[in-house]
Each structure stands twice: as structure tokens, then as C-alpha cells.
């Protein structure tokens, strides 16, 4: 699944393609895409023509469209396999092609949502404060975000009495870490997944954010992590961040600071990826 790095790149060609144009009229070709739209299809398209649509958003794996002087916005998430398209109109369809939104400038080019998986989805929702979706008001802001509060983050970190990744994944505390990001993020801090938050002290919270912010910039300046051809930018194009990636996927492989083989563990219905040198275990209380 994209995680912040990967939905950023996609909302910044968002914001260059699709920015300020106005929606001609909008085509739902499988209603599954727009499941979460709980008026239908035929009301999602209606309620999208003749809007102009602002500078789109985004709060960690989320983002949206906002229909400008409306007070609602078109959300986006792409699941496992969605990807937000900007083509000419004469291109042939996608095999899994979901929506098709026409403008009104003669462009040339379209906005298509294409999922194979049909996981993902777009929906329209009310706005609040700031113009973020209501939907997702529950959502913690990105550590990218200039808002982001550290000493919040780090009071939660010790309040969770959890351990550290699945903190990083819990969106109510710290959106946009997904599996991969942690592994980086904690492979480059030296810690362990399974790490009590309750241990960590202000220095040590604020030296791991420096490390996900770090890997997520890193990320971000090659257009993200792709490891096959669901995940693209708006052109169609992959990222190629798996190709700098110190921890995840590289079990067996020697870990690039000390050598010691990298290992793999089931973890929630995934995997973990680190090298049990530098990223000792805790130790277990008798």
C-alpha cells in the first residue's frame, strides 16, 4: 500500500495537472469505486460537474480534491493498487480503468482513476476547519506536516504502553509510517520493533523522527518506492526508492552499517525487516 512519500508524489502532480481546472463531467465505470459515496455513482458524477477544483490535499496516506466555493471535496485513497492518472483523452482506456473526470479548458487531458484490486476509492465529504474531509478529522497529522507537534507525539509515545512500530503505524498517533518507512526509519535509529514506547525519553522520540522525516524526504526525491507497476506518479511513472533501501526486503542480504546477515519476522500479518546486531531485542522482565 502507497505510503506518505508515494501519495505526496502523486498529490504534487495532482496540484500541476488538475489544479484549478473545471470538472466538463465525470464518468463512474464500476460502482465499486465509489462505494464510500453512499448516494451512488450517478450522484458522485452529478455532484462533480461544473465545479472547479482547488489545490488538492493531503494527511498521511489520504488525499483529497477540494471543489472550490462548496465546501466539500472529492477524498482519495488508493488502496493496494489505485493509481490517479492525468491523460490525453485519446489514449485507450486502462484494463481497470473506474472513473473518468472530463475538464472544461481544451487541454487535452483527463483525470482517471484506475484500481485493479478495487480497494481503493474516491468519495465526496463535507469540509471542516482547514478544509480537511470529515471523514478523516481522526487521522494525526503527517511528520512532514509543519504542524506536526512533537511533544504531543512524544507524551502519546508514552502514554501507548505499546512498542515503538506499532506506534509508527497507528494513524491516530503519527500518520503517513507505513511497513516499509518504520523498518527504514528504525533500521537508521538502531531500534528494535518491538521496542516499549514507554522507554523512550524526549531526545530519543526526537532523534527517531529526524530519521523518519529523513527517509520519507529521501523518498520522496525519487518518487517513492515501487515494486511493481501498481504504484505510479500522474504520468504513469515509477519510483525507484527500493533501490536505496537499508532494511526492508533485504533479509539474508548483510546489513550495510555491520555486516551481520538481515533478518525477517512475521509481524501483524506482515513482515519485519532488521539486523539483530544493531537492532538488539529488548529485554524481557522476569
Keep these: ?15 500541476r495537472w488538475v489544479a484549478h481546472r473545471t470538472v466538463a463531467g465525470a464518468e463512474v465505470l464500476h460502482p465499486r469505486a465509489v462505494r464510500r459515496h453512499t448516494a451512488g455513482p450517478d450522484d458522485f ?11 488538492p490535499s493531503r494527511r498521511g496516506k489520504y488525499l483529497w480534491l477540494p471543489l472550490e466555493d462548496s465546501g466539500q471535496a472529492v477524498l482519495a485513497h488508493l488502496g493496494m493498487s489505485g493509481q490517479l492518472l492525468v491523460q490525453p483523452h485519446e489514449a485507450p482506456d486502462e ?23 478495487t480497494f481503493g476509492g474516491l468519495s465526496l465529504h463535507d469540509t471542516g476547519p482547514g478544509g480537511l474531509p470529515d471523514v478523516i478529522a481522526h487521522i494525526a497529522r503527517d511528520p512532514l506536516d509543519p504542524l506536526f507537534d512533537e511533544e504531543a507525539f512524544h507524551q502519546a509515545l508514552r502514554r501507548k504502553r505499546t512498542t515503538i512500530k506499532r506506534a509508527l503505524l497507528d494513524q491516530s498517533l503519527i500518520s503517513g509510517v507505513g511497513n516499509i ?3 527504514e526509519a528504525l533500521w537508521r535509529a538502531r531500534l528494535h520493533y518491538d521496542r516499549p ?4 525519553t524526549r531526545p530519543r522520540s526526537r532523534e527517531l523522527l529526524g530519521h523518519v522525516r529523513d527517509v520519507m524526504n529521501a523518498a520522496l526525491a525519487v518518487g517513492g518506492t515501487s515494486f511493481d ?18 532494511a ?8 550495510k552499517r555491520c555486516g551481520t546477515p538481515m533478518r525477517r519476522r512475521p509481524w501483524m500479518n506482515r513482515s519485519s525487516y532488521y539486523c539483530p546486531r544493531c537492532q538488539r531485542p529488548p529485554r524481557i522482565s522476569a
Excluded at 45 to 55: D, S, T, Y
Excluded at 95 to 117: A, M
Excluded at 250 to 255: D, H, I, V
Design 95 to 117: 484494463k481497470h480503468l473506474r472513473v473518468r473526470v472530463r475538464f472544461t479548458d481544451g487541454l487535452g487531458t483527463e483525470l482517471r482513476f484506475v484500481d485493479q484490486r
Design 1 to 15: 500500500m502507497p505510503e506518505l512519500p508515494e501519495v505526496e508524489v502523486v498529490r504534487r502532480g495532482l496540484e
Design 197 to 200: 514506547t514507554s522507554t523512550f
Design 248 to 255: 526492508y526486503g533485504r533479509e539474508g542480504q548483510p546489513c
Design 229 to 246: 507497476s501498481l504504484y505510479v506518479n500522474v504520468n504513469g511513472e515509477s519510483g525507484y526508492f527500493d533501490r536505496s533501501l537499508d
Design 45 to 55: 458524477a452529478h455532484r462533480l460537474e461544473g465545479h472547479r477544483i482547488g489545490v
Design 181 to 183: 518507512y518504520a523498518d
